[in-house]
């Protein structure tokens, strides 16, 4: 592996659960990541690093950095298309195009992931349901691979590895820059209407049925006390119809910063519950919310996740048909009672779509549980993998940091090896490689 232009250095996946010392290079010139590319021997991209998963290093592999690629290639307004590197930020993309009133609705949680990052992790957001996921929204992908040198990706050229690349884990190659199709929004505020629910199935009932199409719908749940599971508030948020202007945001910075101890265990999580239920049960049913609130709702509450500490946390997110949901949640209340997890919170929102290769995507129910990193969760979130064959559950690879080879196999099934396979043919060496990847045999 070639030392020059490199560093060495501690990483860490944003769970807290994966720590690797690697070597770490951060390119700033196209023919200077060809140079690195050519006297490694194995490599991965990495962006901002806020997949839970490992998926951006591996003690074997070089790590390269993509931040420093962050430009606006190619703006067209009226075909509403734009062309940005990989490196660029949500954020930064989001601050170019809505004072255009344009933008993709496929957005994730956090404002700081790059695009390369969104498009290797074929990322979602709150919105799943009536945009999909972030394939929806590219149009081709420029690509750099060591062996087969720039490459140019979409549905009419080089489709089969365009379609490997879109949730690919970054295995196919460097994603150099992403050519986007943007839509409309009317203006810089939502409508949120929110509504207090009793239980899980009623909340799954409400988002199967919801007829108003909101642009987001979600859900926040308890999962701290069984009497109580299920208990929360389902959110549909509407786009204002005003077509107000969008005004430039200010520049916004990563504040994860864990404590040293955990102050998550059952008696905090219980009491921020009921507080958080009852702040909404005696404010307003309907209000309006600035954009960012609404897109990104951990910008700002951070201390979710720093109260983890540096123990860090665990989450599951899984894909489930709605005739399987009941009996599979009255399954996972029955391991609930034996075996006592410390969940902070869970969610549900519904997804749309069609579940291809490592692609976590389909017309399916999204639930997501929270947990705080002990060995009791670990055992319980084992004896949760054993239902997913039984119940077609897909578990999300980005989501979940523990993620077995054998629940990934009896998951994704066909698709795995059908993904494998076609990697192999493009990739006869597997050059790009991460820890999830090693660990999952891909």
Known sequence: MSRKHTEEKNITSFDKSHTSNIFFTKPDKYKLLEEIAH????????????????????????????????????????????????GITLFEL????????????????????????AVAANS????????GTIRRSIQSIKLFHKTHGWINL?????????????????????????????????????????????SIKEIKKIIINSKQEPSYIYTWNRA???????????????????????????????????LVFSLWNKYSINFINFLYLKMNELTRSEIKEDFLKVIFPFYGNEYYFN??????????????????????????????????????????KNMSGQQKYLRFEDNKICLT??????????????????????????????????????????????ESLNFKNKLYEFDKKRIYRS????????
């Open 307 to 348: 109260f983890f500490g540096k123990k860090g946390f665990f989450e599951s997110q899984l894909l489930i048909h709605d005739k399987n949901f009941d009996s599979f949640i009255d399954e996972f209340k029955i391991l609930f009672k034996k075996h006592e997890p410390t969940i902070t919170l869970f969610s549900l």
């Open 224 to 258: 701290d006390d069984l009497k109580k599971f299920g208990e929360g508030v389902i959110y549909q948020n509407f786009e204002e119809k005003n077509f107000n202007s969008f005004q430039k945001f200010k520049k916004i910075k990563n504040n994860f910063k864990p």
């Open 154 to 198: 979409s549905e009419y050229e080089n489709s089969e590895i365009f379609d490997l690349t879109i949730g690919g884990l970054g295995l196919t190659g460097s994603i150099v820059s992403v050519t986007l199709k943007l839509i409309t929004i009317r203006g810089p505020r939502f409508v949120t209407q929110k509504k207090i629910v009793k």
């Open 369 to 414: 549980f929270d947990y705080t990193n002990s060995k009791k969760n670990l055992l319980f979130m084992s004896k949760v993998d054993s239902l997913y064959n039984k119940y077609e559950i897909l578990p999300s690879i980005i989501k979940d940091s523990r993620l077995s080879k054998e629940t990934f196999d009896t998951s994704y099934k066909e």
């Open 94 to 117: 989001l601050n170019f195009t809505l004072v255009h009133n344009l933008w993709i609705p496929q957005l994730p949680g956090y404002p700081t992931i790059t695009i390369g990052g």
């Open 124 to 131: 979602h957001g709150k919105s799943c349901a009536a945009h």
């Open 39 to 86: 006297k490694s021997k194995n490599m991965i991209n990495i962006g901002s690093n806020l997949s839970y998963s490992p998926i951006g290093f591996y003690k074997d592999s070089l790590s390269i950095d993509i931040k420093n690629f962050n430009r606006v290639l190619e703006f067209d307004i009226k075909k509403k298309t734009i062309t940005v590197e990989a």
């Open 435 to 442: 820890e999830i990847s090693n660990r999952l045999e891909l």
